[in-house]
């Protein structure tokens, strides 16, 4: 079935350095989402990508989507203590409903 | 809008309990699923609801009953617990059963079996 691969699973930075996660579909998304969690909280919709190629930008974070739809990053410049957190990424299914997520990047930032 | 709410916060049953998992939104969202987070693995789909009325089944259905008998409420049962099922449950929802719609969670249960 489709599966979405996320890497590194764990992320250890200092403040400022940058930080860059992975996502690699098995076939091709529609489009993708990207969510962060919080420790101790709930997946928050960061950002969506539906176009080929597509890039976006959010401040320090820019996500892409690569020209298949095969894959995406997410790209957090000059990293803060608030980044720290779980980021997901979240593909359509073969359902057609239910999103398929990533096993997410842990983010830790210390400064 | 409270958005999607969960209830409880936190559980602790015996092995072999039962008890429901309370999710509620008021978005008038139709696509309303349950999550499981597990420690390294991501979250799993459980359940999942089109609209009042139809449920499907996820990648790890068993052990979980629900059912989607108002657009609002998605309980989700757990019949007889076993200590696998300790875990953290999120509900989400959407406006539609497409992808492109943005996914709402709630808070989380954090459910402990003994």
């Known amino acids: 079935g489709q599966q979405v691969m996320q890497i590194p699973q764990y992320q250890h930075v200092q403040e400022g350095e940058d930080f860059t996660t992975y996502c690699n579909s098995s076939t091709t998304l529609s489009n993708i989402q990207w969510y962060k969690q919080r420790p101790g909280g709930h997946p928050v919709f960061l950002i969506q990508l539906v176009k080929s190629g597509e890039v976006k930008k959010q401040k320090r974070l820019t996500f892409q989507f690569g020209e298949a739809k095969k894959n995406s990053s997410l790209h957090i410049t000059a990293t803060q203590t608030t980044d720290v957190g779980t980021y997901f990424c979240a593909g359509d299914s073969n359902s057609g409903y239910a999103l398929n997520f990533g096993k997410g990047t842990s983010l830790l930032v210390t400064p | 809008n409270a958005g999607v709410t969960q209830t409880p916060k936190f559980q602790v049953l015996k092995t072999g309990q039962s008890m429901t998992l309370q999710c509620a939104q008021d978005m008038n969202h139709e696509y309303m699923s349950w999550y499981r987070q597990d420690p390294g693995m991501g979250l799993r789909l459980i359940h999942y609801s089109v609209g009042a009325g139809i449920t499907d089944q996820g990648e790890v259905p068993n052990g979980y009953n629900v059912s989607r008998s108002t657009t609002e409420d998605f309980p989700l049962r757990l019949l007889s617990a076993a200590p696998s099922q300790t875990s953290v449950y999120f509900c989400?929802?959407?406006?539609?059963?497409?992808?492109?719609?943005?996914?709402?969670f709630g808070p989380g249960t954090r459910l402990t079996v003994l």
């Open positions: 989400a929802s959407r406006y539609s059963g497409s992808s492109t719609d943005t996914q709402y």
